[in-house]
């Protein structure tokens, strides 16, 4: 599988501060970026996604920034909240459907 | 909202049995569904791409006869582990697309196969 590559690994953030997720990929023929939230033992939910015609999405605290030279694109949560904490993972796609999971982020925030 | 079923979501069985899992679409029709393997602290790596009404298919290195799917209907889509192995436990999670639409592909909340 096509690689997809997340940083940081891990990351532990305080209530209320900003978490900074970042995405690299190397297929140009990607044209869907999500970001999906994992809880322990379920498995992965949308959180949000953009499209390359656009360069950011905003959705409630969550934040998607894309930048298509770089071939990046990064996932904000503002005012990070414990109920936060999950792993997080890019998963950029064709449309073939095929979705190519990150390496993941593990979230921590502290109350 | 469109909701991935997924059973059992915890099975235990012995070496050399085999397991089956079942996805069901509970609201919507999905005409493909997808599988995942997931070891503790790692990524999901997609298993096989199943389509309603054809054979399904696996991604290099997955063994067809090992991991048997079948997608008979439009909201089922069943996994068997075949003669299960210690290193077959693992987490599978399957998904399910609503008319072919990225933004609505939803997962199910996975099953945890622990092989003795």
């Known amino acids: 599988q096509q690689q997809v590559k997340q940083s940081p690994q891990s990351l532990i953030v305080q209530k209320g501060g900003i978490s900074i997720i970042n995405c690299a990929y190397e297929?140009?023929?990607?044209?869907?970026f999500p970001w999906y939230q994992q809880f322990p033992g379920k498995g992965p939910a949308l959180l949000i996604a953009i499209r390359p015609d656009v360069s950011e999405k905003k959705e409630g605290r969550f934040t998607i920034s894309f930048n298509k030279s770089a071939k990046q694109f990064s996932l904000h949560i503002m005012d990070s909240q414990p109920g936060d904490s999950a792993t997080y993972f890019c998963a950029p796609t064709t449309g073939f459907q095929k979705l190519v999971f990150g390496t993941g982020t593990r979230l921590l925030v502290s109350p | 909202g469109a909701v991935v079923s997924q059973h059992p979501s915890r099975v235990i069985c012995k070496s050399g049995t085999s397991v089956k899992i079942e996805c069901r679409s509970l609201d919507f029709q999905a005409t493909t569904m997808f599988w995942y393997r997931q070891f503790p602290k790692q990524s999901l790596m997609l298993m096989a791409t199943?389509?309603?009404?054809?054979?399904?298919?696996?991604e290099q290195g997955v063994e067809k006869d090992k991991f048997l799917i079948n997608h008979a209907s439009l909201t089922l889509s069943t996994l068997t582990v075949t003669s299960a192995h210690p290193e077959d436990s693992s987490f599978y999670i399957c998904s399910a697309i609503l008319q072919g639409r990225l933004e609505k592909l939803f997962f199910g909340s996975g099953t945890q196969l622990s092989v003795l």
């Open positions: 199943s389509n309603e009404g054809s054979k399904a298919t696996y």
């Open positions: 297929n140009t023929a990607f044209d869907y």
